[in-house]
């Protein structure tokens, strides 16, 4: 009876802490962040500098997760690190004297770390609204839930701050430039392309407009302020996901 019991007794032990192992190395979801690394929209302005500094304190903030930052800001042997757009050929995937662009060497840092979700940051002009936009990508398998997390994303940072909420839009309705999506073969975003990019759920917002906004986006106070309501919204966002 006695060495039963202590089998009995020692089976129990290993196999509630294989169980407590296995939960602690239980992988986190990955998450990547991507400000803007234009350094040329507006007047004396730095996209790069306002949307770093959104997403430096979304990653400061609470809860800490598996976080990474990819930018190309003052990168050597790439073109295009400090400017360019997401929907010109020339800016992403062209390669130019032997180098690539800062976009792409964004999304190759990116895909090495795996990601889950991806969530780009950037800063909207000429639109003489004080506003926040979500993009996501036309024709992913995953547009519905990126749809909702990009709509969840940009209420939190309109609630925290008084940006108006202009609610969530296809990529691809822009009409802007050369880059399509091989898939569609409608104009898109690269960064946002789901044969560029690996992650599961991927977003762009565009905060503010860097001409009416460009008092409000140069403000740290603010910056922090959007970062910590984007993390927070996305931290629950990925709990009712299971993704945490």
Request: with cysteine; glycine share 6%.
């Amino acid at each position: 009876m006695n060495k039963l019991f202590l089998f009995v007794l020692t089976f129990t032990f290993f196999n509630h802490f294989e169980a407590k192992e296995s939960l602690l190395l239980k992988p986190k979801a990955v998450v990547v962040w991507q400000p803007s690394h234009q350094t040329d929209t507006g007047k004396d302005f730095s996209e790069a500098k306002t949307c770093n500094g959104i997403v430096e304190a979304a990653m400061a903030s609470k809860p800490k997760l598996k976080e990474f930052k990819v930018w190309s800001l003052d990168q050597p042997n790439l073109h295009h690190n400090n400017q360019g757009s997401n929907t010109i050929i020339e800016h992403t995937t062209a390669v130019i004297d032997g180098k690539i662009s800062g976009y792409a060497y964004e999304l190759i840092e990116s895909n090495k770390r795996k990601p889950d979700v991806f969530i780009a940051v950037h800063n909207n002009g000429g639109t003489k609204r004080h506003a926040i936009w979500g993009f996501i990508h036309e024709g992913d398998a995953y547009e519905a839930e990126n749809r909702v997390l990009a709509a969840r994303l940009i209420a939190a940072v309109s609630a925290a701050t008084d940006l108006e909420n202009r609610g969530v839009q296809l990529d691809s309705s822009t009409g802007r430039n050369d880059y399509t999506c091989k898939s569609t073969g409608k104009r898109g975003f690269y960064s946002l392309d789901e044969n560029v990019n690996t992650a599961k759920y991927r977003v762009l917002l565009e905060v503010g407009d860097n001409g009416v906004s460009k008092d409000f986006l140069e403000n740290p106070a603010n910056q922090k302020k959007m970062g910590e309501a984007i993390k927070a919204e996305l931290a629950k966002w990925m709990a009712e996901k299971n993704l945490d």
